[in-house]
Nanobody
Framework: QVQLVESGGGSVQAGGSLRLSCEASGSTRPNSVMAWFRQAPGKLREGVAALFPASGNKYYADSVKDRFTISRDDAKKTLYLQMDNLKPEDTAIYYC????????????????????WGQGTQVTVSS
């Protein structure tokens, strides 16, 4: 059983930055695909960024490309999401998720493919 705990959310003004963290514990697998998702009020959960550890490849939603960066620290078992130049439309609850098996690249940002989730952390961006 893997547990994921997010932290780092908060309130910032547009143009500001935040760094989210997701610490994994329990029976973690080094090659698990890790990803960040977000869900705004009244909207469906959407993929933000994913990282394939075996290849090192990273994938981003078009809406966050060139602004967000996903990374991980294996020694700390922690996944990060650096968010720069934040916009009001980035306001949402952010979740990290893990998938321990093989995942197709085209499925990397699909929430229904992931089976382990954190509790979420709120990000609010004011204009």
């Amino acid at each position: 059983q893997v547990q994921l705990v997010e932290s780092g959310g908060g309130s910032v003004q547009a143009g500001g930055s935040l760094r989210l963290s997701c610490e994994a514990s329990g029976s973690t697998r080094p090659n698990s695909v890790m990803a960040w998702f977000r869900q705004a009020p009244g909207k469906l959960r959407e993929g933000v960024a994913a990282l394939f550890p075996a290849s090192g490849n990273k994938y981003y939603a078009d809406s966050v490309k060139d602004r967000f960066t996903i990374s991980r620290d294996d020694a700390k078992k922690t996944l990060y999401l650096q968010m720069d130049n934040l916009k009001p439309e980035d306001t949402a609850i952010y979740y990290c998720a893990a998938f321990p098996g093989l995942l197709r690249v085209r499925d990397a940002l699909l929430p229904d493919k992931y089976n382990t989730w954190g509790q979420g952390t709120q990000v609010t961006v004011s204009s």
